[in-house]
């Protein structure tokens, strides 16, 4: 057991990727999903509001902001690596300290963005980076109005920038391409940064390098902003707002990680004080904690040992699935004598205990049979878990016990419950019959079963997601749900198809579908593109003559453009800009967010903003589909596998209740015995299933995995009251499984209070399924197994 708890704590990486839960042949608009969904680029934005004070107030933190975030860097590793190595967040000072890449990919507030040395690489391809570049562009009369809109420049506020640049650049293409990489049109320029619409808040919008779920990236990152606004904000009273996936993530895992330790924390103190009160021993209690410890530590060791890892999910839901192993040690010590020795009263427990056992581990086994890494996961975790459970309690214990002789409290119940061990038989019928009626009133009135939308589970207050949704609103950003992906076997081919997808795109603009749609090919055009554009580039003959007529009557210098007629000829001449000229910088930055290379190659990938209507959207690329390009509402395909996961779960565990069925025939050489015993543990899960759903409940993935729980639980409980022993034994089963059953219902009934609905679904499903369970094989399950029966060496060739 220490060997295995070594191994689970120090040799065991606990992974998050949703693959794991994805089929071994899975497609490649799943494999697309996961990656959108793991580091997709809505998920890197952090949204930043400044609210309090005045409007200069803002603007003055805005731009120091700003400009302290974008000096923020991290060493040189890969990004995951980097960022993930930041587990414990540093102060402020160390993060000046580091370098060679930014923390950030964007910082956008309104301001320039791009450093000095990237403005000049990129200053001499502004005519081939210019998407509004057309065949009249460089005749006398576009010249003329273009040179007419400079000299009204030169009399306002932009006068000063206008003068820099006009004798290279009369038309205005560098400040044209920098409004365009800039971000949103839309937004209100005030004192030199965004504000929201009202005037009330200052705006900033972050991209970071890490997926918003990767947390132990994200967690530095957030503590990062934290800490540079406050040495920002100096004495005035302007306020900090975040918002996006990340904060979304923190705050969830917070969230979750509080409500866990608190509710586990009054859950431990019930079942202690419980069964301390009990068997008043803190000995007993102890050995009673074993089993249920050897079989997560077995259990995660043998998935680590067959996967090389464990999903996080398998180690949440499968612990839960264990909570049945704390129910044997508490038949053991029930069935404790002072008249006899610990073996002994193995014994006597021993065959319905293996026949428990094994009947709920083929319920698992079934599992395994998925093409679902993390159900076979899930499936191994559970299997071994309840071996290593049985072998602990069967013979580990009793030498325990042996060698710390104590005397044992006889059992004590009171009269009214004791004659329940002998029910009347109208009591079965009629609970029987009121169950079944219950259940087919779900059929009679039909109501919404399954929920399949996971943003219904999310723990994140309704504020907070108002908040979100009015800042990506405000700046423009793009949706997480809506993206069009986009594969190629180089950079120019990505470029290039993503620049025909522009195309379509923009009608889909002008028809209200979509307000707009960021992409690659905005900072980098393809090669074809430029060159196309190089070939409208006039020579300087006809480019002088142009000029001189446009300049006909305008008060500017003679010679003052001769700058301008050598960079067109310089940008005749030149080789187009390539993907790798642009690396670590800014923009560079940009395009790896939205252009990467993959196993498959590259993908180019187009944010949509402002879906109006995501089903003719859907329809639209239906009927335009093509191989290389792929549409994905994120959320709708999430749901879609979602539901797929939980169809798959169910025929599993459809195929592990005939399993059942059969190894409860073996073990009790009888059909009839079999179902006698499983029938009260389906009415139980009946019941509860119809007292979730007629409560406003819809099952999800959780219900169902809480309800494989209760059904082991319900097959322990009607095992046991269907032995045939002595009263005294029966009595002493009787206080055993009210134990069992008033500790895990005190254990998931406080989950059940939590107000996370993933917790609350557990908790509420398993303390519900627990109480029918027990009252059920109460009042139903009738003798099946004979104590003197030839049992064990069955249950061996078994």
């Excluded at 014994?347 to 056992?357: G, V």
């Excluded at 093509?626 to 959320?635: F, H, P, S, V």
């Excluded at 592990?656 to 069925?661: D, K, R, T």
Aim: charged share 15%; with cysteine.
């Amino acid at each position: 057991m220490l060997v295995c708890a070594w191994v689970t704590f120090t040799q065991t990486p606990v992974v998050t990727d949703l693959t794991l839960f994805l089929p071994q042949t899975n497609t490649p608009t799943q494999q697309l999903l996961v990656e959108q969904l793991r580091s997709g680029p809505a998920t890197r934005l952090i949204f930043i509001a400044l609210e309090g004070d005045s409007s200069v107030a803002q603007a003055t933190v805005s731009k120091r902001l700003a400009q302290q975030l974008r000096q923020l860097q991290v060493p040189d590793l890969t990004t995951s690596q980097k960022l993930s190595n930041l587990r414990r967040v540093p102060d402020l000072t160390t993060f000046q300290k580091l370098s060679n890449l930014r923390l950030f990919t964007q910082v956008l507030n309104g301001e320039q963005m791009l450093d000095h040395t990237t403005q000049q690489q990129l200053f001499a391809y502004r005519y081939l980076l210019n998407p509004h570049l057309t065949p009249e562009y460089f005749n006398a009369e576009h010249l003329r109005q273009a040179l007419q809109q400079r000299l009204r420049e030169l009399s306002s506020p932009l006068s000063t920038v206008t003068k820099q640049f006009l004798p290279s650049d009369p038309t205005g293409e560098w400040l044209s391409l920098l409004s365009l990489w800039q971000g949103p049109h839309h937004l209100n320029l005030r004192h030199g940064v965004w504000f929201s619409t009202s005037g009330k808040r200052a705006l900033l919008l972050l991209e970071t390098p890490a997926s918003g779920f990767d947390l132990d990236a994200q967690a530095p990152l957030v503590a990062a902003i934290q800490q540079t606004f406050a040495t920002c904000k100096g004495e005035t009273q302007v306020k900090l707002l975040l918002s996006g996936t990340a904060l979304f993530a923190l705050a969830t895992r917070d969230t979750v990680r509080f409500e866990v330790q608190l509710l586990s924390l009054v859950a431990s103190f019930l079942v202690i004080g419980l069964l301390l009160w009990v068997f008043r021993s803190v000995w007993l209690l102890i050995l009673s904690i074993l089993p249920l410890l050897s079989a997560i530590f077995v259990g995660v060791t043998s998935v680590s040992l067959l996967f090389g890892e464990i999903h996080g999910i398998t180690l949440a839901f499968g612990t839960t699935l264990l909570g049945i192993t704390d129910d044997y040690p508490i038949h053991l010590l029930s069935h404790l004598s002072n008249q006899e020795t610990a073996r002994h009263s193995v014994q006597r427990i021993q065959k319905t205990l293996l026949l428990s056992i094994l009947t709920t581990g083929i319920g698992y086994l079934a599992m395994m049979t998925t093409e679902f890494n993390g159900l076979l996961q899930l499936g191994l975790f559970g299997m071994v878990g309840l071996a290593a459970a049985a072998v602990c309690t069967l013979w580990v214990l009793p030498p325990l016990l042996a060698c710390h002789r104590t005397s044992y409290r006889e059992t004590s119940l009171p009269r009214w419950l004791l004659s329940l061990l002998q029910p009347p038989r109208w009591l079965a019928q009629w609970a029987t019959l009121l169950v079944i009626l219950a259940f087919v009133s779900l059929f009679i009135f039909p109501i919404s079963v399954w929920q399949d939308d996971l943003a219904e589970l999310t723990p994140v207050p309704a504020a907070a997601r108002e908040l979100d949704q009015t800042l990506r609103l405000e700046l423009g950003a793009a949706e997480p749900n809506h993206i069009v992906v986009i594969t190629a076997s180089d950079v120019e081919t990505a470029l290039q198809r993503s620049e025909t997808v522009a195309t379509e795109l923009t009608q889909l603009r002008q028809a209200g579908v979509i307000t707009g749609f960021d992409l690659a090919a905005n900072y980098l055009p393809s090669v074809r593109t430029q060159q196309q554009r190089q070939a409208l580039l006039p020579d300087q003959t006809t480019l002088s003559t142009a000029l001189e007529t446009a300049l006909n009557d305008l008060p500017f210098k003679p010679g003052l453009f001769t700058p301008f007629l050598a960079e067109i000829t310089a940008a005749k001449e030149k080789t187009p800009l390539q993907f790798k000229e642009l690396e670590n910088t800014v923009l560079g930055l940009r395009i790896s967010s939205l252009l990467f290379h993959t196993a498959q190659g590259w993908t180019a990938l187009i944010p949509l903003i402002g879906v109006q209507d995501p089903q003719q959207l859907a329809n639209w690329f239906a009927q335009h589909a093509e191989k290389q390009r792929y549409y994905l509402d994120l959320k709708a395909e999430v749901n879609q596998l979602v539901a797929s996961f939980r169809h798959d779960a169910l025929v599993r565990v459809a195929w592990g209740i005939i399993f059942m069925v059969l190894i409860l025939w073996l073990g009790l050489r009888s059909l009839r015995a079999a179902l006698t015993t499983l029938w009260p543990v389906l009415l139980a899960l009946g019941l509860t299933i119809t007292l979730l759903l007629w409560s406003g409940e819809k099952l999800t993935l959780f219900h169902l995995i809480s309800l494989l729980l209760t059904l082991g639980l319900g097959i322990d409980y009607s095992l046991f009251f269907g032995r045939t022993d002595d009263l005294a034994t029966r009595q002493r089963t009787l206080h055993a499984v009210l134990l069992c059953m008033l500790s895990t219902a005190a254990v998931f009934g406080t989950l059940g209070l939590s107000a996370i609905p993933v917790l609350k679904a557990i908790g509420q499903t398993v303390a519900i399924g627990t109480v029918a369970s027990f009252g059920m094989a109460l009042v139903i399950a009738q003798p099946t197994v004979n104590s003197t029966s030839r049992f064990g060496p069955d249950l061996v060739q078994i």
